[in-house]
């Protein structure tokens, strides 16, 4: 009823991803070639997230509910709730700039503040002028609501208060020189140690984490004459295909553990089913593309690019949004950095947002 009385934006800082698309689809909001359209940072989020929608909805995907990501539409004529990725609406906004097919947008996880979110944000702004029947939805758990509120026209804000596990947070003494190795040692500490539940690690790309994988395989095989119980290791970064990135949802057998091991795609909107106690290890750097400027007045911009591991100025946020990937109950959250390296980097983050 609240969404239906608001017009214009609504924003959701605890929202339900799978939830809100359905209560405005049953309340009738949908006029008739238009649809509700919700987008996701990542693939896999919009994947599962439009398998579980489909299923509670009672119908297959790309039916009523449906997907859209790069190289692969799964949607129909008869679909009126669609998750996509954040660069797919980008893509519709820049053919037509009222979004015409849509009748609500709901742009989810907010927070993570990507390209495609930042100038979708403008393109939004733009449309709610355009069409004063269009709803727009901005939902994240760890957002700052207010600064968004004042952006879009000083919208309305709703809190829906989420369901919460208490998750313990250790950090280490002093930051780790050789973070994967740390990581890689703690994570078959673990697995040797302490009770079921299954593992997440973050780390920071590709390469490092089909390396970090490879060494685990090698050094369950040296384990095997001590009859360790079975360790399911599951690599989980953008560029893997998506039937190999749903694996992580397929719980663990009876007698096995399962560890995932993920750059940050596996940080917003994801639910992995695990046992009773998780365990989620975590390093505060990030790849990021990087591309040499002009070296002088006239001189022709390089085209070459690199990529650069940076420490992430929006980490220390990070470590909550990570340590709610535990949904479904407590567990333990280890970071590779020391508290006060932490401290300090959310004076800088606070530095940042005043500025």
């Known amino acids: 009823d609240a969404a239906e009385r608001v017009s214009g934006v609504l924003r959701l800082v605890s929202g339900k991803t799978t939830q809100m698309t359905q209560y405005l689809a049953e309340e009738g909001l949908v006029p008739p070639g238009t649809m509700i359209g ?17 299923e509670e909805f009672g119908c297959r995907v790309g039916q009523e509910v449906g997907y859209n990501i790069r190289f692969e539409d799964c949607t129909s004529p008869d679909t009126i709730i669609k998750y996509m990725t954040d660069g797919m609406l980008l893509r519709e906004a820049l053919v037509d700039a009222s979004l015409k097919r849509y009748c609500v947008v709901m742009l989810d996880e907010a927070h993570e503040r990507t390209i495609s979110t930042d100038v979708l944000f403008g393109l939004l702004k733009d449309c709610c002028r355009r069409r004063p029947d269009f709803k727009l939805i901005v939902t994240s758990a760890t957002l700052d609501a207010e600064k968004f509120s004042n952006y879009f026209f000083n919208s309305h804000i709703f809190t829906i208060p989420g369901r919460t596990f208490p998750v313990e947070i250790l950090y280490t003494k002093e930051p780790e020189a050789d973070y994967v190795e740390a990581s890689l040692i703690t994570v078959l500490q673990i697995h040797l140690c302490e009770p079921p539940g299954d593992i997440l690690l973050f780390l920071t790309g590709q390469e490092e984490i089909d390396t970090a994988c490879q060494t685990l395989h090698e050094r369950m095989q040296k384990l095997e004459s001590t009859n360790p119980p079975p360790l399911i290791i599951l690599p989980v970064y953008s560029a893997l295909p998506s039937e190999m990135q749903t694996m992580i949802f397929d719980p663990a057998p009876p007698g096995c553990r399962k560890c995932v091991v993920a750059t940050n795609i596996a940080e917003a909107s994801l639910t992995i089913d695990g046992e009773e106690t998780d365990f989620l290890l975590q390093e505060e750097r990030a790849d990021a593309n990087a591309s040499p400027g002009r070296r002088g007045p006239g001189r022709r911009r390089s085209r070459l690019r690199s990529r650069l591991r940076i420490f992430c100025s929006r980490a220390a ?10 949904r479904l109950g407590g567990g333990k959250c280890e970071t590779r950095e020391g508290e006060g390296e932490r401290e300090w980097k959310m004076r800088c983050r606070r530095t940042l947002l005043k500025a």
């Open 38 to 54: 919700c987008t996701q940072p990542r693939r896999v989020a919009a994947i599962s997230v439009a398998k579980r929608v489909a």
């Open 317 to 326: 946020g990070e470590v909550d949004q990570r340590a709610g990937r535990q």
